[in-house]
């Protein structure tokens, strides 16, 4: 492999670790220029979109280089952007090999995420907190953690078997509704609408909304459109499985449940 081409994969690859974990299209597309320039190469183009990376470098030279690389929408790590920012830094500061710089690339890989337990009950400590936001009162935040936790589950369980991320939104807000109506039906003291609100919220595109707008205030126009599609069928998906359950609801026990 000629020094161009290892360094066009250094650079393609960390800019491939960064788009995975969320970060935004203008930094990677920073970060893999610096190193680039960092390391003396020339006449490089880079092309970031949502879900591929296109570069290359030296094309008007013997050892001109291409790649192309497809990288699937994925979840927020913000420990592993952390990481490739730190590691970009350093080799725009000339401090990081090409040899030292791959170490600690693997390094950023490796980074592991929460374990389940821990996610599961963040998962529910926000859905009985956003619950209260909403007017929900002590009993409703409690039962709002209970379903945000085993929500967190289902996700999990769909995710380990690749389940598509438009039915795992479905799924869920169904069970959250479902999950609901069958308190009140059991003539517990709640409060339907907040308890379904305040467990909703893990489910809601917040990310995928607001990185659509800032890559279409960056002129990123593809990036933004790619994000706010995956916005609009999320919310899709989520009106979908709320309406289903209230509508099977009402034509099982004759009418809707009131706050």
Same mark, same amino acid.
């Given at each position: 492999?000629?020094?161009?081409?290892? %360094? *066009?994969?250094?650079?393609?690859?960390?800019?491939?670790?960064?788009?995975?974990?969320? /970060?935004?299209?203008?930094?990677?597309?920073?970060?893999?220029?610096?190193?680039?320039?960092?390391? !003396?190469?020339?006449?490089?183009?880079?092309?970031?979109?949502?879900?591929?990376?296109?570069?290359?470098?030296?094309?008007?030279?013997?050892?001109?280089?291409?790649?192309?690389?497809?990288?699937?929408?994925?979840?927020?790590?913000?420990? #592993?952007?952390?990481?490739?920012?730190? *590691?970009?830094?350093?080799?725009?500061?000339?401090?990081?090999?090409?040899?030292?710089?791959? #170490?600690?690339?693997?390094?950023?890989?490796?980074?592991?995420?929460?374990?389940?337990?821990?996610?599961?009950?963040?998962? !529910?400590?926000?859905?009985?907190?956003?619950?209260?936001?909403?007017? /929900?009162?002590?009993?409703?935040?409690?039962?709002?953690? *209970?379903? !945000?936790?085993?929500?967190?589950?289902?996700?999990?369980?769909?995710?380990?078997?690749?389940?598509?991320?438009?039915?795992?939104?479905?799924? =869920?807000?169904?069970? *959250?509704?479902?999950?609901?109506?069958?308190?009140?039906?059991?003539?517990?003291?709640?409060?339907?609408?907040? %308890?379904?609100? =305040?467990?909703?919220?893990?489910?809601?595109? /917040?990310?995928?909304?607001?990185?659509?707008?800032?890559?279409?205030?960056? !002129?990123?126009?593809?990036?933004?459109?790619?994000?706010?599609?995956?916005?609009?069928?999320?919310?899709?998906?989520?009106?979908?499985?709320?309406?289903?359950?209230?509508?099977?609801?009402?034509?099982?026990?004759?009418?809707?449940?009131?706050?």
């Amino acid at each position: 492999m000629s020094d161009s081409k290892e %360094i *066009l994969t250094l650079a393609v690859e960390i800019g491939d670790v960064l788009l995975r974990s969320g /970060g935004e299209i203008y930094r990677v597309e920073d970060t893999i220029l610096h190193i680039l320039n960092a390391f !003396g190469l020339e006449e490089y183009d880079v092309y970031v979109l949502s879900n591929g990376i296109f570069a290359s470098a030296n094309e008007q030279k013997a050892d001109a280089c291409s790649i192309v690389r497809h990288v699937p929408l994925g979840d927020v790590h913000l420990g #592993k952007i952390a990481a490739i920012n730190q *590691l970009s830094r350093e080799i725009s500061a000339g401090e990081c090999s090409v040899d030292e710089a791959w #170490k600690q690339l693997n390094a950023c890989k490796a980074i592991p995420v929460q374990s389940p337990f821990v996610q599961k009950t963040c998962c !529910g400590i926000g859905c009985a907190c956003f619950c209260s936001i909403f007017g /929900g009162r002590p009993l409703d935040a409690f039962f709002s953690f *209970l379903l !945000g936790f085993f929500l967190q589950f289902l996700r999990l369980r769909q995710q380990a078997h690749g389940t598509s991320k438009f039915l795992t939104n479905i799924a =869920g807000s169904a069970f *959250l509704t479902a999950s609901s109506l069958a308190l009140v039906r059991m003539g517990l003291p709640v409060l339907q609408d907040k %308890i379904v609100i =305040g467990s909703i919220v893990p489910l809601l595109p /917040g990310i995928a909304l607001t990185t659509s707008i800032r890559d279409l205030f960056g !002129g990123d126009y593809l990036s933004g459109a790619i994000h706010l599609l995956d916005a609009l069928l999320t919310a899709m998906c989520i009106a979908l499985g709320v309406g289903m359950v209230m509508i099977l609801y009402r034509d099982l026990t004759g009418g809707v449940v009131l706050p």
